[in-house]
């Protein structure tokens, strides 16, 4: 639903743009979540360092209000485009006639869009995933393949892909394989090796036939271009 008449700040807040929501105080008794991550130590600067035992550093320190500050205002373009983005997710998600399939696929090229804001991105991904039966996950390679994948993107994708059969574990890896992200790569890397029972090194394209040889084997058909036995 649209909010016409609420400021710019508001309506971002709503659609999930420029409003940090996660961050809720935690009871004063209530021990941290092991899984939550900790909080950055500030940098020592000035008399902090002297008072830790190190020599006292010159330059100035933040000040708090530079520490304050809050986030940029998202632009109007911003905020149309998240509540767009929000808007399309529940459309889909709502269609009582489209078939899941459909509606992963529809999910799926949303979350491919680059011009929508990451935490929407975010959520028609998770949603897609949920909807795509597993010889349908190729709907993502377009996402998985772009040198620009927030690398978050492609983690949930990586996480999601190993409950799913080798057949789709392993197009999957061969994607991501080629990741300009070096922990992605690698993480691909090992998973495939793991399938394949050995590491074809750095040559990526080394990987292609080997890869297309156990998806045949996995579904009991004989590789392209070899009679089936």
């Given at each position: 639903?649209?909010?016409?008449?609420?400021?710019?700040?508001?309506?971002?807040?709503?659609?999930?743009?420029?409003?940090?929501?996660?961050?809720?105080?935690?009871?004063?008794?209530?021990?941290?979540?092991?899984?939550?991550?900790?909080?950055?130590?500030?940098?020592?600067?000035?008399?902090?360092?002297?008072?830790?035992?190190?020599?006292?550093?010159?330059?100035?320190?933040?000040?708090?209000?530079?520490?304050?500050?809050?986030?940029?205002?998202?632009?109007?373009?911003?905020?149309?485009?998240?509540?767009?983005?929000?808007?399309?997710?529940?459309?889909?998600?709502?269609?009582?006639?489209?078939?899941?399939?459909?509606?992963?696929?529809?999910?799926?090229?949303?979350?491919?869009?680059?011009?929508?804001?990451?935490?929407?991105?975010?959520?028609?991904l998770q949603h897609a995933m949920n909807l795509l039966p597993d010889d349908s996950f190729g709907a993502l390679d377009g996402l998985l393949a772009s040198k620009d994948a927030p690398v978050s993107l492609q983690d949930l994708v990586f996480n999601e892909v190993h409950n799913r059969p080798v057949t789709t574990q392993l197009p999957v890896a061969l994607t991501l394989l080629k990741s300009p992200d070096p922990d992605v790569s690698s993480r691909a890397r090992s998973l495939l090796a793991f399938h394949l029972e050995r590491d074809y090194g750095d040559d990526l394209d080394a990987w292609t036939q080997p890869v297309q040889e156990a998806i045949a084997k996995a579904k009991g058909a004989a590789p392209a271009g070899q009679p089936a036995q």
């Open positions: 639903m649209k909010h016409p008449f609420l400021p710019i700040a508001v309506a971002a807040c709503l659609a999930g743009v420029g409003c940090d929501q996660s961050k809720t105080p935690a009871p004063a008794d209530q021990a941290p979540s092991a899984d939550a991550p900790a909080d950055k130590a500030p940098e020592k600067t000035g008399m902090s360092s002297a008072l830790g035992g190190g020599a006292p550093k010159t330059e100035a320190p933040v000040t708090k209000a530079a520490a304050d500050a809050p986030p940029a205002e998202p632009s109007p373009e911003e905020v149309a485009k998240a509540v767009e983005a929000l808007q399309k997710i529940d459309t889909v998600l709502r269609d009582s006639s489209l078939p899941p399939a459909k509606a992963g696929l529809q999910l799926a090229e949303l979350a491919s869009d680059a011009s929508v804001p990451l935490q929407n991105r975010t959520e028609a």
